[in-house]
C-alpha cells in the first residue's frame, strides 16, 4: 500500500476544498495507512506552519470529520516551497530513502508536460504512482503527446488519469443495475431502446470559475470527459472478469463504437449556446459575457449538446445525446433510457400508454422507471417507480485516494481511453472554432435552444 503522498500544486483551491476532505474521510474511518504522510509543494513561499494553517482552514469549512481527525490530518503535513518544472527540485522533494509514494499534480494542465518531464528525471519506482487531473489534453494530438510522454519517459510508476465521476459510486450503480438484474440487460439493445439521454444540467452559473470555465466552455468542461464516460458505462459489454484490465478493456471498446462525428451533420447534430441576463429564481443573472473575468473574444459555450451514433449492432440506429449547460431553471444530471413505442394495435386500445422511460441519476443516488398499469375503463395509466440507494459513505474523491493508495487503475482513465474521447470531439471543437455551428442564446433561467428539426 502506498504510504506517502506529494501534492504538487498544494496551495491551490482543489487541494484545500476537495482532495485533503477527502483524505480526513479516509482517516476517519481508519483507512489511512499507518505513519502516512503529505508533502505539499508549490511555488508559493510557505513555510510548514502556513501550510497546516491553510489546510485547517480549509477543513474546517468543507470536511465533516470530527476535530480530533482533522487535527491528526493536519500533523501529516508538511511543506517545500519547489519549482515543480525542474528535475532537481523533484527529485530533493521525492528523497531518495522514501516508502512508496504517489506524486498527484494538482495543477493546472499547461504544467503537465513540463512537470512530468522533469518526473522522468527523477527515479519513480514501479511501486510509485502518479496522478494527473483532467483535462488530460486540450485535443487528441496533446493528449497523444502526453500518453507519449508516460509510455516513454515514466513506464515504471501506476499512472492514473483522474475523472471523479468514475467513482466507485457511480460505476457500481449503472453496472449493478445492468448485470446484476436480469429483466435489464437483455433488452439493452436497439431493438428496444429508442434513445438515450445523457444530461448535467446546472442552476449554477460560474460560481467564480470563470478563469477555467471561459477557456474551456460546456463541451470540453464536461461532455469531453465526464460525460463520455457515462456514455461509455451504457454502451460497454459485459467484462469477461471483474477486474481493472477487463472492465476498462470494455470501456474502451465501447468508445471505439461511437462514430466519429461528420462535417454534414454538424449543424443537425450539435448544439452550442450562451446564457444573457435572467433570472433563476429570485436570483438576477447577468449575461454570461458581463460575468466577471469572461473575454467576450472567446466565444465560449455555457450549453453543449452533441448526438452521437454508434457503429455496432447492438446499437445500430440509436441516438445518443450527451448535454451539458449552466445558468438553467433548475438543476437535472441523469442518464435517461427511453424505450421504443408498442405497436399501434396495443395504443390504439389503450389511451394513455406512453413509452417506459428508465433515469438513472448522475448526482443523486436514484433510479427510476417510468410504468405503465391500468386504468379505469380500459384506460392506462402511467406510474413511476422509484428507489434510491443507500448514500455512498465517501466523496468522489475518497473512493479515488482509497484506490490509488491500493494501486487498483480501474476506476480510472487508460491513455486509450482519453484519446478515444478526442477523437470523437476533435471535429466538433473544430467545427465551432470555424464557425461552421452558430451561437445561439438563452435566458438565464429558461430551457436551452432545441435541436434543429
Known amino acids: 500500500m502506498i504510504e506517502r503522498m506529494v501534492l504538487l500544486g498544494a496551495s491551490g483551491d482543489l487541494a484545500s476544498r476537495l482532495l485533503l476532505p477527502a483524505i480526513a474521510q479516509l482517516a476517519q474511518a481508519g483507512l489511512l495507512p499507518p505513519g502516512f504522510a503529505i508533502v505539499g509543494a508549490s511555488n508559493a513561499e510557505w513555510t510548514t506552519q502556513d501550510f497546516r494553517q491553510h489546510i485547517a482552514a480549509g477543513l474546517e469549512q468543507h470536511s465533516t470529520a470530527s476535530a480530533s481527525t482533522r487535527e491528526a490530518v493536519v500533523g501529516m503535513l508538511t511543506f517545500q516551497p519547489t519549482d515543480v518544472t525542474q528535475t532537481e527540485d523533484i527529485s530533493r522533494l521525492l528523497g531518495d530513502d522514501r516508502p512508496d509514494t504517489l506524486v498527484y499534480l494538482a495543477l493546472p494542465p499547461s504544467l503537465f508536460e513540463p512537470v512530468l518531464t522533469a518526473l522522468a528525471g527523477s527515479k519513480l519506482r514501479r511501486s510509485d504512482a502518479v496522478a494527473i487531473e483532467k483535462p488530460f489534453g486540450n485535443d487528441l494530438a496533446s493528449a497523444r503527446h502526453l500518453n507519449e510522454i508516460l509510455h516513454l519517459r515514466l513506464p515504471e510508476p501506476t499512472i492514473f488519469r483522474i475523472d471523479h465521476f468514475l467513482s466507485s459510486e457511480l460505476v457500481r450503480r449503472v453496472v449493478a443495475l445492468r448485470f446484476l438484474n436480469r429483466v435489464f440487460e437483455p433488452v ?12 448535467w444540467l446546472e442552476s449554477l452559473t460560474l460560481e467564480g470559475r470563470a478563469t477555467y470555465y471561459d477557456g474551456a466552455g460546456a463541451m470540453k468542461d464536461m461532455v469531453q470527459n465526464h460525460l463520455m464516460e457515462a456514455l461509455a458505462l451504457v454502451l460497454m459489454e459485459q467484462p469477461a472478469r471483474i477486474d481493472a484490465r477487463s472492465f476498462r478493456d470494455v470501456r474502451v471498446e465501447a468508445l471505439r463504437t461511437v462514430a466519429t462525428p461528420t462535417a454534414e451533420r ?47 449492432p447492438r446499437w445500430a440506429g440509436v441516438p445518443f445525446t450527451l448535454r451539458s449547460g449552466k445558468a438553467l431553471a433548475e438543476d437535472a444530471a441523469e442518464i435517461a433510457i427511453r424505450f421504443r413505442p408498442l405497436p399501434a394495435y396495443l395504443t390504439d386500445q389503450w389511451p394513455g400508454v406512453e413509452p417506459n422511460v428508465l433515469r438513472i441519476g448522475l448526482n443523486e443516488p436514484y433510479v427510476r422507471l417510468s410504468t405503465t398499469l391500468n386504468g379505469p375503463e380500459k384506460t392506462a395509466e402511467v406510474r413511476e417507480l422509484h428507489a434510491t440507494t443507500t448514500p455512498p459513505q465517501f466523496t468522489a474523491y475518497a473512493h479515488l485516494i482509497l484506490q490509488m493508495l491500493h494501486n487498483d487503475p480501474m476506476l480510472f482513465i487508460r491513455g486509450d481511453e482519453a484519446e478515444e474521447s478526442w477523437r470523437i470531439i476533435d471535429p466538433v471543437m473544430k467545427a465551432w472554432a470555424a464557425g461552421q455551428v452558430p451561437m445561439q442564446e438563452y435566458a438565464a433561467g429558461h430551457a436551452p435552444p432545441d435541436p434543429a428539426p
Do not use: C, K
Open 188 to 199: 439493452w439493445n436497439a431493438t428496444q431502446i429508442e434513445s438515450v439521454d445523457i444530461s
Open 266 to 312: 454538424m449543424s443537425r447534430d450539435t448544439i452550442r449556446a450562451r446564457y444573457t441576463e435572467g433570472s433563476i429564481g429570485s436570483r438576477q443573472v447577468p449575461s454570461y459575457v458581463n460575468e466577471p473575468g469572461v473575454d467576450p473574444g472567446r466565444n465560449t459555450e455555457t450549453y453543449a449538446s452533441l448526438t452521437l451514433r454508434v457503429d455496432y
